[in-house]
């Protein structure tokens, strides 16, 4: 990671609270001949001070036969991110550069039994369908559910190193700061919008 200590977040509250926002996560690792990497969404839960990452994978794909065979993996949650022009600086005469927030998040892959995989699967449908919808969990047949189950697998992921990089200007002057607000707020797209809500935080704090 490109890491300064002006880029790195040292509030952890902070941080689980960006993972939580950006749960849509990347978890890499090592396959047979190249590294292999999933996109799924991650409960992010702080448990006896410990922090664990819980999703479900189909079964025998080619992420989940990598991490049967090595538990090591590597969880990146990407927030906002965009281009920031050296002209908007004070003292433009430099490279331009790339404002963006990122969680990297390694530990271990542990799965489930399909006990702990039907409640996962249950967990997870019930935080983001309403119980009235036609798609809630009580509403599926059971047949159904059984047949899922054995195709998909749970895990959870405690995590033994938390790093992170909200690169956001820090090291530039606050006249400048605060012309790159303005400037990602003329230019309206929703990641520039994203990095100067941050940035203005950060200058308000």
């Known amino acids: 990671m490109y890491r300064f200590s002006y880029y790195t977040e040292e509030d952890k509250a902070k941080v689980i609270a960006f993972m939580k926002e950006v749960s849509f996560a990347t978890i890499t690792g090592a396959g047979e ?48 991110h965009c281009h920031i022009s050296a002209s908007w600086y004070t003292n433009p005469v430099m490279g331009s550069t790339w404002n963006y927030m990122v969680v990297h998040a390694k530990g271990k892959m542990r799965f489930k039994d399909e006990a702990g995989t039907y409640n996962a699967v249950k967990d997870i449908t019930d935080k983001y369908e309403a119980p009235e919808s036609a798609a809630a969990f009580n509403k599926l047949p059971q047949e159904y559910v059984d047949g899922m189950v ?25 006249e400048s700061q605060e012309n790159i607000i303005a400037q990602l707020r003329k230019r309206g797209d929703g990641n520039s919008m994203g990095i100067a809500d941050e940035m203005e935080k950060r200058i308000t704090d």
């Open 33 to 80: 001949q190249y590294p292999v990497a999933t996109h799924i969404p991650l409960e992010v839960e702080i448990k006896d001070d410990k922090l664990f990452l819980s999703g479900h994978m189909m079964r025998k794909t080619d992420h989940h036969l990598a991490f049967e065979k090595n538990e090591n993996v590597l969880v990146i949650f990407n927030g906002p």
């Open 150 to 174: 054995k195709a998909i697998v749970a895990f959870t992921i405690e995590v033994e190193v938390l790093e992170n990089v909200f690169k956001l200007s820090q090291n530039r002057d606050k």
